[in-house]
């Protein structure tokens, strides 16, 4: 029996790599034949590693200052990306991707042009669930978290009409969104925005409007889950609010990763075992990078 | 037309299809490795390390990349001896690669446990001792720096081996890594590898921390693959060449001309690590590029190249 293809190693062409203000970025990657078949299962929520390692840099003179001292590293590990949207067009798969620039690798990452070829390996990872019975999934999204928490919104909206989703955005400021929140997906939905410093929507924390939001629409429990991707305070605060309420939970974390498909051992996510003292470290890459609120220790 | 070259090598007694390994750490307990690579394409492979009991491993941060390199503090997570021979064997078993199976522990009865324990089975050609992993405190004990120790872990491993191939896997973070050779030799190893990843640390300045949890880690990669090719060198010819002794060279190894140069330096045998990692497919474009330079060079066995660097 042949065995079935769920990730592997592949080339995607280069369709379009856009800044979309500061240090944001879009990418967006085709794939044919096998590949795309492969990627057009892809979840939100799993990831794929991207071969930057011979990506040429930027100009000196355009490298945002506080990068350029370490600009020129050689670097030898892939990057992993979480998807912001998967969708197959006839037998393409176009996966897009949102970045900022925050090293060498992503700092080479904005020279790859239109009809360049990128190797990856994926998808990888386990992406969000959809259990049963749900009736509202609020989704918080922080920061550079939301790429996948978008692709989500997306599926939601397209798949599980039954399921009114009510979206969280927050970042630091303005300017600090890797994508504008109200355009999360081409369908309306019900978003709230936070920022710190209140340069846009409201001022404060997502957390805050989560919990503002759950006390003033008293949800049944078992009816409501809670997905969310972003900085690791804002994780735990997260996990915080579902488990104290008995929500159902699924969170997205982000690890240093070298392999991705769980050979290195590298991104350990320290995990409770049932409801003993006792921890263990799971892995980012495979047991994640989604993970269930209850069993993260943070 | 193209004179048949052959790669295949005589390591320790076994027949090898070619001398390029997957080392350990680095390709899981192979079955992660299987989406991305024909595993039976491979000459051996070494499975992550296997302890008695299972090991949780070291907090996070457990990586960092470095310039050209990167350094790991995993502190030897492994599923333990029991787990190993459920769930992984069976997998194993099915390979045509030479097996070797990584063994670690704290005290040497540890390492004959695992190793008597699985010294019966069939699917396993060998074992790779680790008394080199530079992530785990041995109480006070450092199995892998003292001659005396070594040859000690040695021969206590050799008699639980059975018929099996012990290898010894030396550390670099030593005075003179030809003495460490002779004592595992002398306490009756059948084969060395080396290198063991280096003991390095990686600093974020912004915090003023060490990067990884665990202060220091190993460090792998192309980095360290020129003083892995010279100590592989120095071990070659002050001590193991005379005593017949193969070596598995290892230490950044990624590409066909590094496995080369190691050849050429006196190892029998190469082991890709970290380069598995990027590319988990290597091993197999480099077994390709080792028959071309053969190829190439006119040379019909792979066992002329052995040590020949003039």
């Known amino acids: 029996m042949k065995k079935k293809i769920n990730k592997g190693l592949f080339s995607a062409k280069v369709r379009g790599n856009i800044n979309t203000g500061r240090c944001f970025y879009r990418i967006e990657m085709e794939l044919a034949g096998v590949p795309a078949k492969v990627f057009a299962q892809a979840q939100p929520g799993q990831f794929a590693q991207i071969d930057l390692s011979t990506t040429a840099l930027p100009p000196q003179d355009s490298i945002a200052h506080k990068l350029r001292d370490s600009s020129g590293r050689n670097i030898i590990l892939r990057r992993p990306f979480s998807f912001a949207n998967v969708q197959s067009k006839g037998d393409k798969t176009i996966i897009q991707i949102l970045y900022c620039t925050v090293g060498p690798a992503s700092l080479r990452m904005t020279t790859l042009k239109t009809g360049d070829t990128v190797n990856l390996i994926g998808p990888l990872g386990n992406g969000f669930v959809i259990p049963e019975g749900k009736k509202i999934a609020l989704l918080a999204a922080g920061g550079m978290g939301s790429p996948p928490v978008q692709f989500l919104a997306n599926r939601l909206v397209k798949k599980n009409p039954e399921i009114k989703v009510v979206l969280f955005a927050g970042a630091k400021s303005k300017n600090e969104f890797p994508s504008e929140p109200e355009k999360f997906t081409s ?26 939001w759950i006390e003033a629409n008293e949800p049944k429990e078992q009816q409501l889950i809670i997905y969310a991707c972003g900085p690791e305070a804002m994780l735990a605060r997260v996990a915080e609010i579902a488990n104290s309420e ?15 498909f769980s050979v290195c051992q590298g991104c350990a996510v320290e995990c409770k075992v049932g409801s003993s003292e006792e921890t263990i470290y799971k892995m980012c890459c495979a047991d994640g990078p989604v993970f269930d609120s209850r069993e993260i220790v943070f | 037309m193209e004179k048949k070259v052959d790669i295949v090598i005589k390591f320790a007694g076994l027949k090898l299809a070619n001398p390029v390994f997957l080392a350990s750490g680095t390709c ?107 992530n785990v405190k041995m109480g006070s004990i450092c199995f892998g720096t003292e001659p005396a120790v070594v040859e000690e872990v040695t021969a206590a491993a050799k008699k639980a081996s059975g ?50 949890a665990n202060r220091t880690g190993g460090l792998s990669g192309p980095a360290i693959k020129p003083i892995a090719v010279y100590l592989v060198n120095k071990v070659f010819r002050e001590v193991a060449q005379k005593a017949n002794i193969p070596i598995l060279g290892l230490g950044g190894i990624r590409t066909a ?17 970290t380069a598995n990692f990027s590319d988990p497919n290597c091993a197999e474009k480099i077994t390709g590029g080792i028959r071309e330079y053969c190829v190439r060079k006119k040379i019909r066995n792979l066992k002329e190249l052995v040590g020949s660097v003039k």
């Open chain 2, 163 to 212: 018929k099996k191939i012990l290898m010894v896997k030396l550390t670099p973070s030593v005075t003179d890594v030809s003495t460490i050779a002779r004592a595992a030799i002398d306490g009756g190893a059948d084969a060395l590898s080396l290198i063991n990843t280096f003991t390095a640390m990686v600093i974020d300045i912004e915090t003023a921390r060490p990067a990884l």
């Open chain 2, 257 to 273: 001309s590094d496995a080369i140069e190691f050849i050429l330096a006196g190892a029998t045998a190469v082991a890709v690590g």
């Open chain 2, 28 to 134: 899981g307990y192979a079955d992660e490795m299987a989406d991305f690579t024909d595993l039976n394409s491979l000459g051996g492979f070494i499975t992550k390390s296997i302890t008695l009991k299972p090991r949780k491993g070291n907090p996070n941060p457990r990586i960092i990349e470095t310039d050209s390199g990167m350094l790991n503090a995993i502190g030897l997570a492994n599923i333990g001896l029991e787990r190993f021979i459920k769930e992984k064997l069976p997998i194993l078993k099915k390979m045509r690669p030479a097996i070797f199976v990584n063994v670690a522990g704290e005290i040497i009865k540890d390492y004959t446990e695992v190793i008597g324990t699985l010294s019966t089975e069939k699917a396993i050609a060998g074992f790779e001792l680790n008394i080199s992993c530079p």
């Open chain 1, 187 to 212: 369908h309306k939905i019900e978003t709230i925005i936070t920022t710190n410093d209140g340069s846009f929507g409201l001022k404060g924390l997502v957390t805050e409007q989560l919990e503002k």
């Open chain 1, 246 to 260: 008995r929500i159902d939970c699924q969170i997205s974390l982000e690890r240093r990763m070298a392999c991705g």
